[in-house]
């Protein structure tokens, strides 16, 4: 995985199959370059900091990027997974209430 870095910004982290080199030619397999062209057109090794956290509660969310002169390292924090309720859900809910206020 590589990330791309601009102006000391990532900008794009995922490879393409096809791209224009930065003296203009169009190349297809972009992706397949060698790590040294890669490096001379602005990709730095990404690397997944992430934190270890329960698949069926929380979700990884991307937090920043930390960009170092030969690698990016991708920072991930959990949290907790935000369930939506579904239309029955909310319909119990509703009976429920109606339930209390007439009893």
């Known amino acids: ?22 003296d203009g030619r169009s190349v297809s397999n972009y992706n397949l ?5 890669l490096l001379e057109e602005g990709w730095l090794p990404l690397e997944l900091n992430e ?15 930390t960009i170092e002169a030969n690698r ?3 920072n991930y924090e959990a949290v907790a997974i935000v369930a939506i309720p579904t239309l029955d859900d909310r319909v ?6 109606l339930m209390d206020i007439l009893i």
């Open 92 to 97: 119990t809910a509703v009976e429920d209430v």
């Open 51 to 65: 934190p270890e956290y329960n698949p069926a509660t929380q979700e990884l969310q991307l937090v920043d990027y």
């Open 1 to 22: 995985m590589y990330a791309k870095v601009e102006n000391g910004i990532v900008t794009q982290t995922s490879l393409s199959t096809s791209g224009t080199l930065s």
């Open 72 to 74: 990016v390292i991708a």
């Open 33 to 37: 370059l060698p790590e040294s062209t």
